[in-house]
């Protein structure tokens, strides 16, 4: 186990079978239609790319950058659009959005209102992880892998601290002393 992390949350097995499971689910769900996966990066990269490959439909796949955190972990509300999609990509589309965990729930709230009117037919959130006791707007992702992430500093599997962490294949919890460094 990496020094710097206190525990294991969820191991790269575990991780496998919920992302399997959501997959499936995203299948039948999505049979017949037009759907595009957007991937929130840095984040969702790991996570985005074994969902999709166990989706057997058609489908394509585009990429935002938005950003509310910095190095520091708390949210501040304001959504910055780093890399955004062509709205062709949206327009007439079933759109998925594939996050790597929803916290206060306002980076996701205000990215589905920055695309709203854009012209997806439907729009739904899937994450991996959610940190449900942490929400301060109302967001209910459609699709999640973990539903009760505990109210702690998680990284690994793509979620980093300060651009560390994302490769690996764990996902586990940050010894407080490592941010509080930071702080
Ligand atoms: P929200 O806007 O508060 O829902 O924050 C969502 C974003 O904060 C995620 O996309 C992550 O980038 C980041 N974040 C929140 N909690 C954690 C965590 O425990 N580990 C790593 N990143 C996190
Ligand atoms: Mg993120």
Redesign the pocket.
């Known amino acids: 186990m990496n020094p710097d992390l206190k525990k294991i949350l969820y191991t790269k097995e575990e991780i496998a079978e919920r992302v399997t499971l959501l997959a499936k689910r995203i299948e039948k769900d999505y049979a017949g239609k037009d759907v595009v996966c957007i991937g ?1 990066l840095k ?2 990269f790991i996570f985005m790319s074994d969902l999709v490959r166990q989706i057997d439909l058609p489908m394509t796949l585009d990429f935002m950058m ?4 910095g190095a520091g ?3 501040t ?1 304001a959504l910055i659009v780093k890399k955004d999609v062509d709205s062709k990509v949206i327009n007439g589309k079933h759109v998925i959005i594939v ?12 990215l589905k209102k920055y695309l709203e009117g854009r012209g997806a037919v439907t729009m739904a959130v899937c994450t991996l ?1 959610n ?1 449900k006791e ?4 109302d ?1 209910t992702p459609e699709y999640c892998a973990f539903e009760d ?1 505990p109210d ?4 690994g599997y793509g ?3 300060a651009e560390k962490y994302r490769e690996l294949p764990d996902i586990g919890v ?1 010894r407080p002393q490592i941010y509080a460094k930071a702080k």
């Open positions: 929130i984040g969702a938005v950003s509310s955190y972990t708390e949210s509300g996050e790597d965990i929803v916290d206060s729930g306002r980076t996701l709230y205000y992880l940190k942490r929400r301060v707007v967001l992430t702690e500093f998680v990284v979620l980093d601290y940050l």
